[in-house]
């Protein structure tokens, strides 16, 4: 079955799936995205019919926190997903080729949670049509916008591409160059406020292209060791270990010179640097990088795949949470009854922000595995070929 030339499940799939569902038969962990979901909505009502004074725990002091950090994160995955399609298609592409549908929904769909997330944050969310007719190319949140927006569309035809069998170096090129243009453009919004020296740094867009890449490949390679485990087809993982290995490196050495060139210099702010060195080395580098480099290095197998990816997901979390609220640990303006050190703890609610934005994820990407529609396009695929 085909939608404006985009294909979908069979009615009758559909049907039998929600038929199990009904029964109790569709698969704990869709209840869960689902009760996950329905919290999440609860969630949002709350914070737009409450305010955010009553329930969210940032301030003039930290303006930032959970909800824009996990905004970063799911953007920074997207774009991930959509490296590692790139890369894919270029050097592995035989071995790639099964999961490319897969890899780019997942961009689609990690993108969208973000932006969940980022709405939540925004005290007037049918406003964000103003940046186009009041732009404001001076601003980096306004470039963001717009190549956010171009980056959802890109993402988009390309998938619509990918499940029509059409293969376009062009359009491959574009959807590699504008992401990467995005999310510079997102690390800049923070490497350029030159007030918090915690962000303020040209390495800061390289670095969150990087850990994008590393992010957004570790969610691939779960679902490339589950396909691979299915079908039985080891061949399937390697590439996902490869750029898993690269991602891993590569971040290493950013995160090294950004903790370096923060405990070098004495400036009102760098503190952060020199009070969170043992934590950034042991969890930020140590735990979150050598770890699962050295599981992939020692153990090359599906399950050691799935247990490096993990962690990735979960220690990148962590790091992206850090990055946000540890820039306004140290006041920029001191007056007489201002802390040294601020303190951010998130609300109940921030935290249900995360839960409906995974919710999101999983339930839309599973739905979407039991009711065939990968299976569909790669059958109608294999039919194109043939012809």
């Given at each position: 079955?085909?939608i404006?030339g ?7 799939r559909l ?18 995205a ?7 909505g609860?969630?949002?009502?709350c ?31 997207s ?5 590692t ?20 929904f ?41 190549w956010?927006?171009?980056?959802i569309t ?20 574009a959807?590699f ?18 007030t ?25 390679a ?17 590439p ?6 690269i ?7 950013l ?14 702010g ?37 247990l490096?990816?993990?962690?990735v ?10 990055l ?6 140290v ?7 201002m ?16 839960v ?7 339930l ?5 595995e ?13 039919q194109?070929?043939?012809?």
């Open positions: 079955m085909q404006f985009v294909f979908a499940p069979e009615r009758e049907l039998s799936y929600f038929k199990q569902f009904k029964q109790g038969k569709g698969g704990l962990i869709v209840y869960l689902l009760i996950g979901l329905v919290l999440g609860i969630c949002f009502a914070i737009f019919l409450l305010g955010h004074g009553h329930t969210i725990n940032t301030s003039s002091q930290v303006p930032w926190g959970l909800q824009i950090s996990t905004y970063v994160y799911f953007a920074l995955v774009g991930g997903c959509i490296f399609n790139f890369i894919g298609n270029m050097f592995f592409h035989e071995k790639y080729k099964p999961l490319a549908s897969r890899v780019i997942m961009g689609l769909i990690t993108a969208i949670a973000g932006f969940a997330s980022l709405a939540s944050e925004l005290g007037h969310v049918e406003r964000m049509y103003m940046f186009m007719i009041s732009p404001n190319p001076t601003s980096p949140m306004f470039w963001m916008s717009v956010y927006t171009a980056d890109i993402l988009l035809v390309e998938y619509i591409n990918i499940q029509q069998n059409r293969h376009s170096k062009a359009m491959l090129y959807s160059i504008i992401p990467i243009i995005t999310y510079c453009s997102l690390g800049s919004l923070f490497g350029a406020v030159g918090m020296p915690y962000y303020y740094s040209s390495l800061l867009p390289i670095y969150f292209l990087f850990s994008g890449f590393l992010s957004g490949n570790a969610l691939c779960i679902i490339a060791a589950f396909e691979s485990k299915k079908s039985g087809n080891a061949k399937l993982i390697k996902f270990m490869r750029m898993q290995k991602a891993l490196a590569s971040v290493f050495v995160t090294f010179c950004r903790i370096i060139i923060g405990l070098s210099s004495n400036l009102s760098y503190e952060v640097f020199r009070e969170t060195f043992f934590q950034n080395v042991i969890f930020g580098i140590g735990g979150a990088l050598v770890a699962p480099f050295m599981i992939l290095m020692y153990r090359r197998t599906v399950g050691a795949l799935i490096s990816s993990l962690l997901l979960g220690t990148q979390f962590m790091a992206r949470l850090d946000v609220v540890e820039g306004f640990r006041p920029v303006f001191r007056v007489y009854d802390p040294e050190r601020i303190s951010y703890f998130p609300s109940v609610f921030e935290f249900l922000v995360v409906a934005s995974v919710s999101i994820v999983v839309v990407y599973v739905v979407c039991k009711t065939g529609l990968f299976e569909i396009a790669g059958k109608e695929t294999h194109h070929e043939r012809h």
